[in-house]
């Protein structure tokens, strides 16, 4: 059983940037696809993004991409999300998950507790 802790969330202005962290316990981190998902008041969950067991493949939704980062550090076992030039929009709790197999957008298993992120325009 994986236990996931994230960490780092808060209020900031728009345009700053913010890194997310997610430690895990309980299980063997490197063999897990760490994912990344938000989810803002009244809308559903959505997919962030996603990173490989070593590290070497990134999979990332439409409202990442060229300003979100994951990354991994096994040694760690941590997980990092670095969002840059924020917008009031990516106001969500975001929850970090862990699953099996190949990078994908669904099926993970184990979730976080999820970390408030707001900001501010």
């Known amino acids: 059983q994986v236990q996931l802790v994230e960490s780092g969330g808060g209020l900031v202005q728009a345009g700053d940037s913010l890194r997310l962290s997610c430690t895990a316990s309980?299980?063997?981190?490197?063999?897990?696809?760490m994912g990344w998902f938000r989810q803002a008041p009244g809308k559903e969950r959505e997919f962030v993004g996603a990173i490989s067991w070593i590290g070497g493949s990134t999979l990332y939704g439409d409202s990442a991409k060229s300003r979100f980062t994951i990354s991994r550090d096994n040694a760690k076992n941590t997980a990092y999300l670095q969002m840059n030039m924020l917008k009031p929009e990516d106001t969500a709790v975001y929850y970090c998950?862990?699953?099996?197999?190949?990078?994908?957008?669904?099926?993970?298993?184990?979730w976080g507790q999820g970390t408030q992120v707001t900001v501010s325009s």
């Open positions: 309980g299980g063997t981190f490197s063999s897990y696809v």
């Open positions: 998950a862990a699953k099996l197999g190949a990078v994908a957008v669904n099926a993970f298993d184990y």
